[in-house]
């Protein structure tokens, strides 16, 4: 992996600062990733800056499988690092790979995805090309805040390396040649299930508009909501009893339908399911905090 003559450096040099795709042939695999030809001159490239013939394997302890399956290999890599002292060139097919996978990618679509590696803030995950198996579509950060809708301490309570996920695809930022990956987007936001959801058409005929009787953690809920901030009042609207026990936890939501005055809320105690008008001027954000600061004081 490193540059044999003195008239290299200079064109390692501008192919770094360039930053153009190249062609790179495979000759050699060992523990750390794969050595090859990049316009004459050795170059190395990491497992971990490589995606061809990977299919989520642990590459540095498996490398043996790979002796036979990757030499020979091109592939499209852009030169990342040179060194002068060393005169070593290390190059990644991640990098390409980014210039088109930015542009393919939908913000919103679901996708197969391998973890590559975690951090404390998240993990870093690439895409599985569904015919190949090689992880080729792209890769990026999974936040730690985007691996569930429930509070994550740690990344690897969730998710774990080499660990193969479906996940959304949350955004794409085409200048900074970033992707964005969500795993709680796969299911809805418990905090804004939709009142249609919640009264099914198999349960409108036990829909009263009237509320019968109003378990103590409702009222409690009422009382805790009206002390927050911005909040002005607190009505029972229609209540419903469910066919089947879903959890005997009372539970707390915000209808996606917003009303001119505030939010409609949702709460369910064992069978009990009731609607609960808020009038308010506050934001979505400062509604579901001040919902969750409630939740907490009663939990």
Known sequence: MFLQRVEDWPLAQKMLEEQKVHDFQ????????????????EAFMPFSKMCTGLGGL???QHYKKLTSKLPGLKLRVKVVRVEPETRTMIVSEREAIMDDAVHKVQPGSTVTAVVRNLVPYGAFVSIKDPETGDLGGGH?????????????????????????????????????????????LMEDDPLTQTLDKLFSPEMRDTVTEVPVNIPQGVKDICAELEKEEGIESVVLGR???EKRVVSQDLELWIAKERLEDGYNLITRAGRTVQELKVT??????AMKSAVQAVLRRLA
């Not at 730690?144 to 193969?164: N, Y």
């Not at 996920?165 to 992707?179: L, P, Q, S, T």
């Not at 308010?280 to 954000?285: A, F, K």
């Open 26 to 41: 495979v000759v050699f695999v060992n523990r750390g990733g794969v050595r090859g030809d990049l316009a004459s001159i």
């Open 58 to 60: 642990n590459a540095a």
């Open 140 to 184: 990026g950060l999974l936040h730690i805040s985007d691996m569930s809708w429930d509070q994550v301490g740690m990344p690897e309570d969730v998710v774990s390396a080499g660990e193969e996920i479906r996940c959304k695809i949350k955004g794409v930022d085409k200048a900074k040649r970033r992707i964005y990956f969500s795993l709680k």
């Open 239 to 241: 209540q419903v009893e």
């Open 280 to 285: 308010t001027d506050v934001p979505l954000d």
